[in-house]
């Protein structure tokens, strides 16, 4: 929605310069995995299991940005807007130690490439709020959709227009595509199962080229239950033991 974060120049770039290993490894505790372009959950059916996960490539995050124009014209070690004006990119997050922590270590990331940065910690409750004004310009949050129309609430350029000072979807970020949008209303209005999972598949490549949203990882699901009271617990893979399906299906003991 702002720039230079409208750039879609430079958010590929910006993710090439991430480190995720090293995040999953410091701030999860290696209980994650690396997340793909592909915004659906690991546990939805409508998941692309081929999506592929960026890769951390510091050196082609540099050339990506030199071609775009953003170069270090003074001699600082930072870059440059192409304009030549300065470059800062907030970064609004929760303040937790676990999301500062993660902040911490993109600003280092994106710095080692010549991208500043600057944390922008905030009550946990007023995330949401920042989300829902637009008034961010990067932000630490999760993104996990489960149902084909999920694709058009969260990236339809409809739902990124703002009204009354609120973002009237969830397409907080403003991104627009009008190959992306025209995919997302086909796939809103299709009811055979196969030409839904087709139209899903064509509007995940847009967003996968775009990169409207810069994926890190996808935390492992872990739970915790006693077999005092009821059996039968079988979580669901990517999904755990909050499911209806589980909840069902137990059976209460004598």
Known sequence: RRSPDDDVRLRPALAEAVDVASIIRQ???DLAEPASADPFAPSSEWRDAASPVPSFNPEAAKQALETAGYRD????????????????????????????????MIMTNWKAVGIAAKAVP?????????????SFEAVLTELALIVPSSVYDWFHSSQGEITGGLVVGKNYGGYASAAFDRTAELLLEARDPATRLSLCREAQQPLAGDAPWLPLFSPWVLSLYSEARFAGWSPTPGVGLLDRYVLTGLVARD
């Open 27 to 29: 701030a999860t505790f």
């Open 73 to 104: 014209v003074n001699g600082d070690g930072i870059r440059e807007l192409p304009d030549g004006t300065a470059l800062l990119i907030p970064i609004t997050c929760a303040k937790v130690e676990t999301e500062q922590k993660i902040v911490s």
């Open 122 to 134: 905030v009550a946990p409750e007023q995330v949401l709020p920042a989300m829902m004004g637009g």
